[in-house]
Nanobody, 115 residues
Framework: QVQLVESGGGLVQPGGSLRLSCAAS????????MGWYRQAPGKQRELVAF???????NVVDSVKGRFTISRDNAKKMVYLQMNSLKPEDTAVYYC?????????WGPGTQVTVSS
């Protein structure tokens, strides 16, 4: 019963902030690479950020300096802090868990950046 559930999406103005959360169950959370992906209307799904089991992080250039990924292994949670949001950040954001050949996805949460 692997389950990833995102929360924290919503409507924000340009320049605003949101923090997305992903609650995981059914996996040994601490050994998984956790990631955030997004898919904008008419676009392919793209990687936004990931964090390894050891806490190393990487974010794509388009969000570098604005987004931060973090994890809390005790709580089995992964977060995406999004600051200085732009309209082009509008997308459905998906939580991802990966270990070797296994990959799991959450259902997504909508982020809309608009005036």
């Amino acid at each position: 019963q692997v389950q990833l559930v995102e929360s924290g999406g919503g409507l924000v103005q340009p320049g605003g902030s949101l923090r997305l959360s992903c609650a995981a169950s059914g996996i040994i959370f601490s050994i998984y690479v956790m990631g955030w992906y997004r898919q904008a209307p008419g676009k392919q799904r793209e990687l936004v950020a990931f964090i390894t089991s050891g806490g190393s992080t990487n974010v794509v250039d388009s969000v570098k300096g604005r987004f931060t990924i973090s994890r809390d292994n005790a709580k089995k949670m992964v977060y995406l802090q999004m600051n200085s949001l732009k309209p082009e950040d509008t997308a459905v954001y998906y939580c991802n868990a990966r270990k070797g050949p296994t990959t799991d996805w959450g259902p997504g949460t909508q982020v809309t950046v608009s005036s």
